[in-house]
T-cell receptor, first 113, second 115 residues
């Protein structure tokens, strides 16, 4: 069975500072990894995904993530955050051939002006 | 086609009543998923369809829940005899089956409150 752990439930960051949101997963098979963002009372929007190839993945809104197989991690980073990045961020995993997603519990990113 | 559409956006119902939600996926997408998200949690998988066939159901989907996707287009999720524990955001997503896993596009969700 797969699982996703997002250790930080809340992360406050000053505007224009860098941020890293942590995600660790467990799976007995090869996986695809995703980061989604959810704004208040909205659905989920895909930020980026890792399917194969380069372990550094770039997404929308200046976010990037690095897949580390040995540490089973897929941490999300942004070098300089903006007020508009305030949202809930979810890491998710699915294994090859199984497209249902298993989500973490989310990290609420709050940007401090 | 502007994406996955869910109706209604909000639903308040009394305990014991039945409710039905609708999801219209992106038109060319053959896979459709339902997830449930409770406060402070990530979405949890409920069920998914490939075309009109319901291929997998989670243990979370009790016998009070039923989902359909007639003709492989829109889908409905019905909850019978609602309970307060059913209060949650119900999310629908769709994707296009391909050799390489692709993105699931989510709707804005239906927020159910059972009073």
């Amino acid at each position: 069975a797969q699982s996703v752990t997002q250790l930080d439930s809340q992360v406050p960051v000053f505007e224009e500072a860098p941020v890293e949101l942590r995600c660790n997963y467990s799976s007995s098979v090869s996986v695809y990894l995703f980061w989604y963002v959810q704004y208040p009372n909205q659905g989920l929007q895909l930020l980026l995904k890792y399917l194969s190839g380069s372990t550094l993945v770039k997404g929308i809104n200046g976010f990037e993530a690095e897949f580390n197989k040995s540490q089973t991690s897929f941490h999300l980073r942004k070098p300089s955050v903006h007020i508009s990045d305030t949202a809930e961020y979810f890491c998710a995993v699915t294994d090859f051939g199984n497209e249902k997603l298993t989500f973490g519990t989310g990290t609420r990113l709050t940007i401090i002006p | 086609d502007t994406g996955v559409s869910q109706n209604p956006r909000h639903k308040i119902t009394k305990r014991g009543q039945n409710v039905t939600f609708r999801c219209d996926p992106i038109s060319e997408h053959n896979r459709l998923y339902w997830y449930r998200q409770t406060l402070g949690q990530g979405p949890e998988f409920l069920t998914y369809f490939q075309n009109e066939a319901q291929l997998e159901k989670s243990r979370l989907l009790s016998d009070r829940f039923s989902a359909e996707r007639p003709k492989g287009s829109f889908s409905t999720l019905e909850i019978q005899r609602t309970e307060q524990g059913d209060s949650a955001m119900y999310l629908c997503a769709s994707s296009l089956e391909s050799a390489l896993n692709t993105e699931a596009f989510f709707g804005q969700g239906t927020r159910l409150t059972v009073v």
